[in-house]
């Protein structure tokens, strides 16, 4: 099932947001015009339908003075943040988001050697070692969000960051102790 989900009023040129599902995962493209929120409300939506299921947040190569990496970094730390604000503390559930992070980069050609004689004598600066062919390097990211660990998942130039653990307050233990007291108890006066 492929989408294009135009946000906040863009045309099919200028599209904010491309999501598109698959049986596996759920993929988000993160550029510089989309609205954060939606890109966090909609995950949380995602997690909250399938929960077993890993989701794909990734930037597009870029010019490095344009890059999205920086905004898709802070997308999915604000969805860990409300994620772990939204589980169920009296299912006992407080385990975060296993996140899979993989920089990448395309390499980009400034222009083509059509010509066999700027060819050569590219070839030869290169190889005389005194001017080197410039190379361009567009960098990007892509991150993987999942609530349960991905067995075998060991791709190249890939980290892993362990999920953060929700913790409870001593009164907030005291409320749920209290309330599950007074719920026994009301369960054997029947």
């Known amino acids: 099932m492929d989408a294009e989900l135009a946000i906040d009023g863009a045309t099919d040129d200028d599209t904010t947001a491309h999501t598109h599902c698959t049986d596996t995962e759920l993929t988000i ?3 510089r015009q989309g609205k954060l929120r939606v890109w966090v409300k909609k995950a949380l939506d995602f997690f909250h339908a399938y929960p077993d299921k890993p989701l794909v947040l990734y930037s597009s190569p870029v010019d490095v003075t344009s890059s999205t990496i920086p905004r898709l970094v802070s997308v999915v730390e ?99 102790r209290k309330r599950t007291k007074n719920q026994s108890g009301n369960a054997g006066m029947e």
């Open 78 to 176: 604000i969805i860990k943040r409300e994620y772990l604000k939204g589980l169920d503390i009296s299912a006992g559930n407080l385990s975060g988001l296993h996140q899979y992070n993989q920089l990448l980069f395309d390499q980009l050609e400034e222009s083509s050697l059509e010509d066999g004689e700027n060819r050569r004598n590219a070839i030869l600066l290169a190889l005389d070692g005194h001017s080197h062919v410039k190379q361009r390097i567009a960098p990007h990211m892509m991150i993987t969000l999942s609530t349960k660990a991905i067995p075998d998942r060991h791709e190249e130039r890939e980290t892993y960051q362990t999920p953060t653990m929700r913790r409870i307050s001593k009164a907030a233990k005291a409320r749920m």
């Open 29 to 31: 493209r993160i550029t």
